[in-house]
């Protein structure tokens, strides 16, 4: 048992709810990730554009998550900042092989990552490079430089390349998200106790 298990077990965090958002421009893959990762046991859906948000529950060794499917259609994109309170952690994922539109996924993460509800806050910040397997898709390496992932110097951060339709790349981006976001809850929940 990890140190951080330990705490969380002494704070009363064991089995804790994190909520996640799972933002990102239409078509980049999210729906597919989030059935990828629920429950083998979980029936599956036919993947089609998300309109709005879809709420999807799963649980991992330590944690039970509750992930918001944004809709990433720019007519719905405003609908985003009204869960960025309540977030404990983000799933940001990107088409690598939407050249075209990496400056839009630029600009709405430079916003979300602006407000005033994200900004004073430390949450973990997972990136999905998708569609690795496009013969077209751009590495995770140059994906990061096109967003300027490097200018993020306030929150944890961590990018994976993934394939959503095989599940290639999911788990370790899990695994990061689990711990970053398990060590998020830990710290609001000391500083709420202290206040």
Known sequence: MGLLDKLSGWLGLRKKEVNVLCLGLDNSGKTTIINQLKPANTPGQEVVPTIGFNIEKFKSSSLSFTVFDMSGQSRYRNLWEHYYKESHA?????????KLRMVVAK?????????????SKKLPVL?????????DAMSSVKVSQMLCLETIKDKPWHICASNAIEGEGLKEGVDWLQGNARAFIMLYYCHCVVK
């Open 90 to 98: 983000i799933i940001f994922v990107i088409d690598s092989s939407d």
């Open 107 to 119: 600009e709405e993460l430079d916003t979300l990552l602006s407000h005033e509800d994200i900004c």
């Open 127 to 135: 990136f999905f490079a998708n569609k690795m397997d496009l013969h």
